[in-house]
């Protein structure tokens, strides 16, 4: 069952409210008024999943093959995780930081989810972590990389299934410098994701010698790329570094390849740039070298056994959101079954979801102690219309977690 919420769903818009203890069964501070609530979930009743994705706006894909990666795992377990009855509500955050708060809200406030599972853009991410830390609500992330997450935000309830921002550009410094790349422009969009993923780039290429010959960026989510990419030309660097995903990314790589650069100078990029978008990008993404977490012909059994049962399901190929959204469920499933099914045992299920060891399609992966994956960073390029994979760019990266307090 999946109820969706729409943005007239506005009861408890705005209130702040605060949950105290752990579990479902905690003291709830609700506009004001301080009351001991029920256990909030009877032993039968089924998990109450929140999915809070973008379903529309330049990475309504993104959310889409999530949600489908998702109920994909959920599926195969028969509807249920953990031996429990799953049930979905599901809301819309556009991308919208500055709605983020009052989403978030809405599903742990009113629809008093047992956890939730989102999101895409790591500007709402930021603010969905807040308020899981503020009322003690399980949040898996299943993209967005902001890398505060799993670093000064950190907590023991707050799960990653995707890759930090840093995590998945640092192994790209030193594979540019190694191709021979002295100097490099960089261009992405000015939010948290680009900014970090760029500084990532910036750390891995300058570390092995590499110099940045200059820096563009436009505001999210706008894709006028004309005057910056007549910059590219005039700085006439050795290769240029690129953050753009959805639908900015088939835009940017077309822009690129319609001004002639990418027979000039090579485009190197996160992952984003060309997982999911490929299709639409056609010719114009050929030779396009990326690191990421996936890519489409990684030769495990766990991969062929998703590419075949999520083409099965939607009729697309999967790509690495449907991966991180598949994996969230996966690593929900280990705390549920550890726990036989009792959500209203959080501590153990947490304690066993930060030993988890998930036979991804990704590879294997298993948790840091700021609760970020660590796995396999690999080169991928575009030949034949997909992501190939090249090489292993920097094997079972962990993100340093900087400033998270958590231990082992
Ligand atoms: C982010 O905002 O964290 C993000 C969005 C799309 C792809 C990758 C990262």
Not at 323 to 334: H, I, K, M, P, S
């Amino acid at each position: 069952m999946t109820k969706k919420l729409t943005n007239s769903d506005t009861n408890l818009v705005g209130m702040s409210r605060r949950r105290f203890l752990t579990g479902t069964a905690g003291l709830t501070i609700l506009g004001g008024a301080s009351h001991f609530p029920m256990p909030a979930l009877a032993q039968g009743s089924p998990l109450k999943v929140g999915l809070m994705l973008p379903y529309s706006g330049t990475f309504a894909k993104l959310g889409k093959f999530v949600d489908d990666g998702f109920r994909l795992y959920v599926e195969q377990q028969g509807g249920k995780l953990g031996g429990r009855e799953v049930s979905f509500v599901q809301v819309d955050d556009e991308s919208k930081p500055e709605a983020a708060t009052d989403n978030m809200n809405r599903l742990v406030g009113r629809e008093k989810v047992d956890v939730v599972v989102g999101t895409v853009h790591s500007g709402v991410a930021m603010a969905m972590v807040k308020v899981a830390r503020d009322t003690n609500t399980m949040l898996i992330i299943p993209n967005a990389g902001a890398n505060e997450a799993t670093g000064p935000m950190c907590a023991p309830h707050v799960f990653r299934t995707s890759f930090s921002n840093w995590q998945v550009c640092y192994p790209m410094g030193k594979v540019v410098a190694d191709a021979g790349h002295k100097k490099v422009v960089t261009i992405t969009w000015r939010y948290a994701a680009g900014t970090q993923m760029v500084d990532a780039f910036k750390e891995g290429f300058t570390k092995a010698g590499g110099t940045i010959a200059g820096e563009l960026a436009l505001p999210f989510p706008e894709v006028e790329f004309q005057a910056l990419i007549t910059q590219i030309a005039t700085l006439k660097p050795d290769a240029v570094f690129a953050f753009f995903a959805g639908g900015g990314a088939v835009k940017f790589v077309k822009d690129y390849a319609a001004a002639g650069l990418n027979k000039s100078i090579p485009l190197y990029g996160a992952g984003f740039l060309t997982d999911g978008t490929i299709a639409a990008q056609g010719d114009a993404a050929t030779g396009i070298k990326t690191t990421l977490h996936y890519a489409d012909n990684i030769d495990n059994p766990a991969n062929k056994a998703f590419q075949g049962a999520f083409k099965a399901k939607t009729g697309n190929d999967g790509d690495i959101y449907a991966v991180q959204g598949f994996d969230g469920a996966a690593l929900l499933n280990v705390g549920l079954t550890a726990v036989k099914g009792d959500k209203a045992a959080r501590e153990t299920m947490v304690t066993a979801m930060r030993a988890a060891k998930l036979d991804s399609p990704r590879g294997p992966m298993s948790f840091s102690k700021a609760n970020n994956p660590i796995q396999n960073i690999y080169l991928r390029e575009v030949k034949n219309g997909r992501n190939e994979l090249v090489s292993i760019a920097q094997a079972n990266v962990e993100d340093p977690a900087r400033g998270c307090k958590l231990t082992g």
